[in-house]
């Protein structure tokens, strides 16, 4: 059971999903340009993540701001399928409840046993 004001990704306002897609976008870029998209790859989101790589590769000569309204207007209900996937809970006005995307992913690459 969720805490009050908590709410699973799929529950939120459409304004307080932008805002986490918007988000989880500018986490998604961070972990794209430096390579460590692999904790994603253990959801069941790899066409999501094919579709947007793609996206991400014809668009690279973007601006970076303008390559983050391209994925949100074009690839937004990619990303959101994504979020709900992730089963993470938020505040009503779409930030991560517990953490913010960075420590979320820590947390998943801690929780690998080590030797793996």
Not at 8 to 15: I, M, N, T, V
Not at 34 to 54: A, C, K, R, V, W
Not at 56 to 81: K, M, T, V
Not at 89 to 98: C, H, I, K, L
């Amino acid at each position: 059971m969720l805490q009050p004001g908590v709410v699973l990704f799929d529950q939120l306002s459409e304004s307080a999903k932008q805002r986490a897609v918007r988000d989880f976008i500018d986490f998604y870029l961070n972990k794209y340009q430096s390579g460590s998209l692999e904790i994603l790859t253990d959801f069941p989101i790899q066409y999501e993540m094919e579709q947007i790589n793609h996206d991400i590769q014809q668009n690279i000569s973007f601006h970076p701001e303008q390559l983050r309204q391209f994925l949100s207007e074009n690839d937004g209900h990619l990303f959101a399928q994504i979020i709900s996937a992730l089963h993470e809970s938020f505040m009503e006005n779409g930030v991560m409840a517990e953490s913010n995307y960075e420590e979320w992913y820590q947390k998943q690459y801690d929780a690998i046993k080590p030797g793996l």
